[in-house]
């Protein structure tokens, strides 16, 4: 299994936060149209758990991507849940009071089998759409013209 660190920076505006009963920690954020390609590149964190750093000094803490969600403006939504205990609450309330765009920086760790996998499988393709070129069936083409009789 080969680990590739994924590091992805991106200006952000506060969209609310929330502290359930159970501890899970929901933090909303929006970007616009100009961070697009960046927001495209959150999907690679899925599943895995991925560290925030706010404007390249506070660390927030250790969140899941919840939820990514893009607008035909090309504006997005991104939320992250983690639990209390792994999220820096002064950092968080902090966020409130920061006008306009701050930036973050998204860390994970991720599993790239997956992508190893598919790289071997497009290969293989290749070489077997290279084979078909070569093959012809004769019977089918002495079919053609019988379809107007």
Known sequence: MAMKDIKIKE????NG???KANGVVTLNL???YSELTNTIKVLQLLNNDVKITVNDEKVLGVFRVKDVVIDGD???KLKFESMSEAVEMSVMNSLVNIDGEFSILMQSKVDLE?????DEEE????????DD????DVEDDDDWGDEDE
């Not at 200006?11 to 506060?14: R, S």
């Not at 997956?114 to 598919?118: I, K, L, N, R």
């Open 17 to 19: 936060s929330a502290t």
């Open 30 to 32: 929006k970007a616009m």
């Open 11 to 14: 200006f952000v505006a506060y």
């Open 123 to 130: 290969s293989e393709a290749e070489e077997t759409e290279d």
């Open 74 to 76: 090309g504006q997005s």
């Open 114 to 118: 997956d992508a190893e996998v598919e």
């Open 133 to 136: 070129e070569d093959w012809d």
